[in-house]
């Protein structure tokens, strides 16, 4: 699974599952763009680890519902290290949780406008480019969620379930230029952002998981780095669960 000579953008990249992608593409041999949104230390520090294990990665900013920063974010990565090769979609913030009669549209829109339209707008700055060389890999980071309904996930699990959806359509549109478009979706990976599960939540999520533990940022960063691969280049539409069982789709 050599990535030598790629370049990819990971969003969301500053901590937790994409920051784990981030290392992991960089490992594999791509030079990565670090996004953040706010955080400029914690994607710095990102970075600088890339660079003292051989990696090269740039930190790069971006709010990413807003188009012409996701544009400037990319061309800020093919300027430092060529086009774009594989992209990562895996901006978020967490979701409110509660009942459906509590919430406003404004919860909706929050998650819609960084999860949906963010990669939106990223899959938009990247594909023409990609189309022109016959080269591509996009990987949206979705959630177990999808298959686990649950009044908890109004918001977030409508977002990704939208981002589901394009992630299937786009497959279908890029085939004819040999770009993939899949999905990975991580069950519940503990990270140093901190989680609103309490306990008993936790407990029972270990109980109904066949393989009894959390995942972590590098297990999900795996599948993502096997899509990235030549070795994924005939695998595209699809959704794969990195969650021991949880879920299955």
């Not at 589901?164 to 899949?182: F, S």
Request: glycine residues 12%; proline residues 4%.
């Amino acid at each position: 699974m050599d990535l030598a000579g790629k370049v990819a953008l990971v969003t969301g990249a500053n901590r937790g599952v994409g920051a784990g992608c981030a290392a992991k593409l960089a490992a594999r041999g791509a030079k990565v763009g670090v996004h953040y949104f706010s955080d400029r230390a914690r994607a710095d520090e990102v970075a600088a680890g890339i660079g003292e294990r051989g990696g090269a990665a740039l930190a790069v900013q971006a709010d990413v519902s807003d188009a012409a920063s996701v544009g400037r974010m990319v061309a800020e990565c093919a300027e430092a290290f060529g086009p774009i090769d594989i992209l990562v979609n895996g901006a978020r913030q967490l979701g409110v949780k509660k009942p459906f009669l509590d919430l406003d549209w404004a919860d909706y829109e929050t998650q819609i406008d960084t999860i949906l339209k963010g990669a939106f707008n990223c899959c938009q700055a990247v594909l023409g480019p990609m189309m022109e060389r016959k080269v591509g890999r996009i990987i949206n980071i979705s959630t177990t969620v999808l298959g686990e309904p649950d009044w908890r996930w109004h918001t977030y699990g409508a977002a990704k379930g939208a981002l589901h959806l394009m992630t299937r359509n786009l497959a279908a549109e890029m085939g004819p230029y040999a770009i993939t478009v899949n999905e990975v979706s991580p069950g519940f990976v503990p990270t140093d952002r901190g989680t609103p599960h309490g306990e008993a939540y936790r407990a029972a999520f270990l109980a109904a998981t066949p393989m009894g533990r959390f995942g972590t940022p590098e297990e999900i960063a795996d599948t993502v780095a096997f899509l990235a691969s030549d070795d994924a280049r005939f695998i595209t539409g699809a959704n794969i669960a990195v969650c021991g069982g949880k879920v299955m789709y």
